[in-house]
T-cell receptor, first 114, second 116 residues
């Protein structure tokens, strides 16, 4: 079993739709949860960062963490064609520590149709 | 924001040759740099963690003699793929972490390696 599971998609939605992206994980030691956006042939860029459980909102993006279910989500409101990219979840048990090792999901390919 | 560059962006080499990939933090000093490999439709897999001035720490299953990592300064790390084979063809991405403040990793744009 992979430590982090993520549906690879592809996910196609019309412009303006609410998008829900999810990851599940098996390692209860994970405390830090990130969402990255990766455009084709580019490196990932950090979108959202959450520590432990709870919600975090930043503009059209909301990240949710449910540690009891080992489930995290990223919601995108009023989706735009420019949001079309691969979204990767990443997790760490020791983000600020010496190793700062991130475990990534496979990424979900999102296409927002104009 | 912090910028990380990689060079080259893509490289094609013949089987048996060696290829060097550079990772630079352009506007900050990075005590730690990370090297990842990403196969199509798969997640980023950490290959090694590189600390400036010390030997890199390799993940299980990654051959240290094949993937040579040098982190000679606070702004530069290099990955050399030695005696490359077609199965080494992949997307190699580095990330860098600042010395102070946020522990965020900033990712480079990646290097597409194709071994023929």
């Amino acid at each position: 079993q992979k430590e982090v599971e993520q549906d690879p998609g592809p996910l196609s939605v019309p412009e303006g739709a609410i998008v829900s992206l999810n990851c599940t994980y098996s390692n209860s030691a994970f405390q830090y949860f990130m969402w990255y956006r990766q455009y084709s042939r580019k490196g990932p860029e950090l979108l959202m960062y959450t520590y432990s459980s709870g919600n975090k909102e930043d503009g059209r993006f909301t990240a949710q963490v449910d540690k009891s279910s080992k489930y995290i989500s990223l919601f995108i409101r009023d989706s735009q064609p420019s949001d079309s990219a691969t979204y990767l979840c990443a997790m760490s048990s020791n983000y600020g520590g010496a190793t700062n090792k991130l475990i990534f999901g496979t990424g979900t390919l999102l296409a927002v149709q104009p | 924001g912090a910028v990380v560059s990689q060079h080259p962006s893509r490289v094609i080499c013949k089987s048996g040759t060696s290829v060097k990939i550079e990772c630079r933090s352009l506007d900050f000093q990075a005590t730690t740099m990370f090297w990842y490999r990403q196969f199509p439709k798969q997640s980023l897999m950490l290959m090694a963690t590189s600390n400036e001035g010390s030997k890199a720490t390799y993940e299980q299953g990654v051959e240290k003699d094949k993937f040579l990592i040098n982190h000679a300064s606070l702004t530069l790390s290099t990955l050399t793929v030695t005696s490359a084979h077609p199965e080494d063809s992949s997307f190699y991405i580095c990330s860098a972490r600042e010395m102070t403040g946020s522990y965020e990793q900033y990712f480079g744009p990646g290097t597409r390696l194709t071994v023929t």
